[in-house]
Nanobody, 127 residues
Framework: VQLQASGGGLVQAGDSLGLSCIAS????????MGWFRQAPGKEREFVAAVGSSGGVTYYADSVKGRFTISRDNANTNRMYLQMNSLTPEDTAVYYC????????????????????WGQGTLVTVSS
């Protein structure tokens, strides 16, 4: 099983950036998928998650209203994160994750709920 995250890069504050995650090796059609990030010197933190149908989404307060998570309905192993109005505080390595089977918000925001992880993609936002 592999998760491949892509789309990171260097942008300026206020810019937008889109991340993609493609999972292979098994289907995650019934699993929650999510994005986490880890800034230098900080712990990994929850960013956003999307339910198996793609219709239900969850966000950290720090990104709510700026980031949009989505899932490809035709291929539920594909997930995206559209990031708008980026700030230097969004600088981090972003990881996609899959394999969470949760019925509560508290479960979805925990990194140990996810069984599979991508390698991470670096997002750097300059001021």
């Amino acid at each position: 099983v592999q998760l491949q995250a892509s789309g990171g890069g260097l942008v300026q504050a206020g810019d937008s950036l889109g991340l993609s995650c493609i999972a292979s090796g098994r289907t995650f059609s019934t699993s929650t998928m999510g994005w986490f990030r880890q800034a230098p010197g900080k712990e990994r933190e929850f960013v956003a998650a999307v339910g198996s149908s793609g219709g239900v989404t969850y966000y950290a307060d720090s990104v709510k209203g700026r980031f949009t998570i989505s899932r490809d309905n035709a291929n539920t192993n594909r997930m995206y994160l559209q990031m708008n109005s980026l700030t230097p505080e969004d600088t981090a390595v972003y990881y996609c994750a899959a394999g969470a089977y949760c019925s509560t918000y508290g479960c979805r925001i925990r990194s140990d709920s996810y069984g599979y992880w991508g390698q991470g993609t670096l997002v750097t936002v300059s001021s």
